[in-house]
């Protein structure tokens, strides 16, 4: 198992450090392993956290849907249960994508009226 220190986590994950904390505060990710000497040791397994995070942010999920997922999959509820959590965040995502598509064809006329 390889152990990271914050710095190296950070420009694996692509995240900074201090959102590497936020995550661990908001119960996101961990807990964290701490060295001998106190200093946070991030794993192959929190990488792995750290990057679904980050993808569900990307993807727009607001902490607190995090947090409900992150405890959906902890707890290891049924499959039906992630599964309805996902449908759910993935129709919000698409009706998202839908409208920015919407918005994207307006510029589009506007550009090419004012060309």
Known sequence: MT???PAATAERTGVSIDTLRYYERE?????????TGGHREYTDDDVFWIGLITCFREAGLGITDL?????ILRADHPAQERVAFLRER??????R????CRAMKV???KI???S
Do not use: K, M
């Open 3 to 5: 152990a990271l220190a």
């Open 27 to 35: 119960g996101l990710i961990g807990p964290i392993r701490r060295s």
């Open 67 to 71: 947090r409900g997922f992150v405890a």
């Open 90 to 95: 993935r129709a919000a995502l698409q009706e």
């Open 97 to 100: 994508a839908d409208a920015l």
């Open 107 to 109: 510029l589009d006329e």
């Open 112 to 114: 090419t009226y004012y």
